[in-house]
């Protein structure tokens, strides 16, 4: 059975920082691009941020630019989350996401994780 679950979430101050992780089991995704979703109350889910299989490339969400970045272990079959510079904005559910059928952009990704909560204080 194929899992993504991911940690790391909790409450943190503005300007304070966080990383949240993400670990597969099941199989390895070191074939397929991942991703970072959120989904505050009340809105839709919105991309965060995404990291290709081959190469490396790193795509981001326009609210999170400068602030936030991934990176993947993939021995460890481990995404990573790294996010600075908090804001109250940032209050979400932080999903991680494996294999899109679009682009890295697009929700359309095959596998879910089951969230993590990020709030912010301000």
């Known amino acids: 059975q194929v899992q993504l679950v991911e940690s790391g979430g909790g409450l943190v101050q503005a300007g304070g920082s966080l990383r949240l992780s993400c670990t597969a089991s099941?199989?390895?995704?070191?074939?397929?691009?991942m991703g970072w979703f959120r989904q505050a109350p009340g809105k839709e889910r919105e991309f965060v941020i995404g990291?290709?299989?081959?190469?490396?490339?790193?795509f981001y969400g326009d609210p999170v630019k400068g602030r936030f970045t991934i990176s993947r272990d993939i021995a460890k079959k481990t995404v990573n989350l790294q996010m600075n510079n908090l804001e109250p904005e940032d209050t979400a559910v932080y999903y991680c996401?494996?294999?899109?059928?679009?682009?890295?952009?697009?929700?359309?990704?095959?596998?879910w994780g089951q969230g993590t909560q990020v709030t912010v204080s301000s």
């Open positions: 996401a494996a294999e899109p059928t679009e682009s890295v952009y697009d929700s359309r990704y095959r596998y």
């Open positions: 099941g199989r390895t995704f070191s074939g397929s691009a």
């Open positions: 990291i290709t299989d081959n190469n490396g490339k790193i």
